[in-house]
């Protein structure tokens, strides 16, 4: 007999969400998350309108979490700056309060929650999972391949060049109330930066580095933010007289911007979040797409279907915001695109909000609506 109905591998957003929603159907479901307690992960900490939907429904109220109000985006390339107001309300949230009560919530719905070691194994059997940890084997009739940016040992994903950093810090008065309200992204040769207020009067900041940058400026993370502070005045006045909150960053390595996972792993395999999907970070919406595809994959055990099955459908509702966001991505690579870019934004600040609708996930609605009953 299977030791669970459900594990879900992974107690990030989707994996959490995935055992939360489940376990409130009244399935037995366990987690088992590599980390002892709440670390920081390499995501950004903004939330848009459609990640509060899904957390609402979730039972989460992010006001009550002390969530900062973000309306504004705030573009700048070298010295070149353009704002637009977004078409939501947006909110910073950080990761490291966000995941804690995710997974508190999925283990009061009665969810078992495995912390500390993580999976070095999915082996698909017949009509079971067995997952590894450690010693220990968990045997599951369904499983969820929720690691978010780090591959399990024989089902990676493509691969990339792209290197992510992120740290929080307490910023001074002047650089917090320049960020109020706003979250800002500023395009260099080679990455992006973005910084948002969250709770608790503090910041997050998040950057990227491709191979080219990355041979440039080399792993010292410091130095990193030093050079790019040379380049653009908004990240020098924003990290001026800042304190880091830890040692050093949270960092991965080789994250495949722009993947889609269409081959099935198993027919109880279920892959989420980043496992599943990664769309180019510019567009902010990877939090959304991590609890949709959670709660979606829920939602798919229940009515009886298979791994297939969820992937072709959230698949096809990420279609469309990953044309456009690829297409954001691709402008921001070059120095004339930016300019352009950033430009275009200042003389028409509408463009931003259009382009920024379009970059949202779709089928929210539906996903929050009556959750279904279980098959059987």
């Given at each position: ?42 995501c950004?900490?903004f ?16 006001d ?27 909110a910073g949230?950080?990761?490291?309060s ?24 999915l082996e ?54 320049d ?27 998040c ?6 940058a990355m ?17 653009s005045?908004?990240?020098?006045d ?26 099935v792993i ?9 496992q ?10 990877g ?79 539906e ?10």
């Amino acid at each position: 007999m299977a030791d669970f109905d459900v594990i879900a591998v992974g107690g990030g957003l989707a994996g959490a969400a995935f055992a939360l929603e489940l376990a409130r159907g009244g399935a037995r479901v366990a987690v088992i998350e590599r980390t002892p307690r709440a670390a920081l992960k390499v995501c950004g900490d903004f939330l848009s309108q459609e990640a509060q939907e899904l957390l609402a429904y979730l039972g989460l109220g992010i006001d009550r979490m002390g969530a900062a109000n973000v309306r504004t985006l705030r573009l700048v390339s070298g010295e070149r700056r353009a704002s637009a107001g977004l078409p939501f309300a947006g909110a910073g949230l950080s990761r490291l309060s966000l995941d804690e009560a995710l997974l508190n919530k999925a283990e009061g719905a009665g969810a078992e929650i495995i912390r500390g070691e993580g999976a070095t194994a999915l082996e698909p059997t017949g009509g079971e999972v067995r997952v590894r940890v450690g010693a220990k084997v968990f045997a599951a009739r369904s499983v969820a391949l929720a690691t978010g940016k780090h591959n399990v040992r024989g089902w990676p994903r493509g691969p990339s060049a792209m290197t992510a950093y992120k740290i929080q810090l307490a910023l001074c008065a002047q650089a917090t109330r320049d960020l109020q309200d706003v979250v800002q992204l500023v395009s260099y040769r080679g990455g992006y930066i973005g910084a948002c207020n969250v709770e608790g009067g503090q910041a997050t900041i998040c950057w990227l580095l491709d191979a080219r940058a990355m041979g440039e400026l080399g792993p010292d993370w410091s130095g990193q933010l030093d050079h790019i502070s040379s380049r653009s005045s908004a990240i020098g006045d924003l990290l001026s007289g800042a304190r880091f909150l830890t040692p050093r960053p949270a960092a991965v390595a080789g994250i495949p911007y722009g993947y889609k996972r269409h081959a099935v792993i198993a027919p109880n395999v279920f892959p989420l979040g980043d496992q599943l999907c990664v769309i180019p970070s510019f567009t902010g919406d990877g939090t959304s797409l991590a609890l949709a595809s959670g709660v979606a994959a829920a939602h798919a055990l229940m009515e009886g279907k298979s791994a297939e099955d969820f992937q072709k459908a959230q698949l096809a509702r990420v279609r469309a915001q990953f044309f456009w966001a690829q297409a954001v991505d691709a402008t921001f690579k070059s120095a004339m695109t930016r300019t352009l870019g950033v430009g275009a934004v200042a003389a028409l600040p509408p463009l931003a909000r259009f382009v920024a609708s379009l970059t949202r996930i779709k089928g929210v609605a539906e996903l929050t609506g009556a959750a279904p009953q279980r098959a059987g």
